[in-house]
């Protein structure tokens, strides 16, 4: 198969992310928006304030792509786009933008799923994992752990039964009083704290599966700082309290999962893999049993085109062929992962 630029859309949540990836020649140009300043005066996001944002930087960054990669619109072979899971009306303005701009091109239209992107981002990295590899997906919503042997074959080992860990980390940020968003303000609180000196559970971490719940660890956070009035040395030091509690119960997870299927490679995508104390543990845990662990580039751990953009031209490279919509498509807001195919 020759060459192909593949543009990548991303619009499932509050990023809009707009990429062209090269199949020879990798990544071309990305660009994304956060909206974490609009949604910051309401605590959290509005999905329909979300979706009109998506509509406003859509055009703008793509043309920004378009110049830093040096190619115009007529260059592009296929547009990759996130059609799920996500936010019902966010992911409507960027499916109907891609398929729009391909139908106008005439070139194809790829739905791709949002966690399949974050899974294949450290492919991205010039130090990429070799297959087959288990992959820690940590992303805002979702908490899974699955066994990757090939593009399309994503095998779920365990996932959370009620928080994921970025949600934990926000809603407990919440409870410290701290700002939006949570989790990345409650991470550099922590750096400030001392674990240890509040007692956390570590939830599940001796299941004997590979489950994860962190809902009740948030409970006990609420519990810790109804017991009296915090200081802030005292929310720095619950603050470290609960990431230790968080990444120790995510790596002991992830390196059983390595462990049982007799493997030395994790990779570890979604915007908690960004976290310094979670990849401190990783890799220390990793290193013990002889192992090692593969991160996405920092700024292609949150939401991002890039991602899409690599995911749908892997599946375009191994021959998938794109439905013929004319125009019509469907989102999926709720998109199981064993779904994907």
């Not at 990759?80 to 891609?98: H, N």
């Not at 719940?213 to 470290?240: P, Y």
């Amino acid at each position: 198969m020759p060459p192909m630029k593949v543009l990548g859309i991303e619009s499932s949540c509050d990023e809009t992310g707009v990429a062209l990836f090269d199949t020879e020649r990798g990544l071309l140009g990305h660009a994304v928006h956060t909206q974490v300043a609009m949604h910051e005066a309401y605590g959290g996001v509005v999905p329909e304030l979300a979706s009109r944002d998506h509509i406003r930087r859509l055009i703008p960054l793509l043309e920004r792509v378009l110049a830093e990669a040096e190619c115009t619109r007529h260059d592009i072979d296929a547009v990759a786009y996130t059609a799920g899971p996500g936010l019902a009306g966010a992911l409507l303005v960027g499916a109907s933008f891609a398929e729009s701009l391909a139908l106008a091109l005439g070139i194809p239209a790829l739905p791709v799923h949002h966690l399949e992107g974050h899974v294949l981002s450290p492919l991205l990295a010039a130090d990429a994992p070799m297959y087959p590899f288990i992959a820690l997906l940590v992303s805002g919503g979702h908490t899974q752990l699955m066994y990757v042997t090939r593009v399309g074959d994503y095998r779920l080992l365990g996932e959370s039964l009620d928080d994921a860990a970025g949600e934990a980390f926000d809603k407990t940020a919440k409870l410290l009083g701290l700002g939006y968003p949570g989790g990345p303000a409650l991470a550099k609180l922590a750096e400030s704290g001392k674990p240890g000196r509040y007692k956390l559970p570590r939830p599940m971490i001796n299941s004997g599966d590979l489950s994860f719940s962190f809902s009740g660890l948030k409970t006990a956070v609420l519990t810790a700082a109804r017991a009296k009035e915090l200081t802030e040395a005292d929310k720095a030091d619950l603050a470290a309290e609960f990431q230790e509690a968080v990444t120790e119960v995510l790596a002991a997870k992830a390196v059983t999962a390595c462990r049982q299927r007799r493997l030395s490679s994790l990779v570890v995508a979604g915007g908690v893999g960004a976290n310094r104390r979670l990849r401190q543990r990783l890799d220390s845990a990793m290193a013990k049993i002889g192992g090692r662990v593969f991160y996405p580039e920092l700024e292609l751990c949150t939401d991002n085109g890039a991602m899409i953009a690599f995911a749908g031209s892997q599946r375009l490279l191994q021959g998938e062929v794109p439905p013929s919509t004319q125009g019509a498509f469907v989102v999926r807001p709720r998109w199981p992962l064993d779904q994907i195919v």
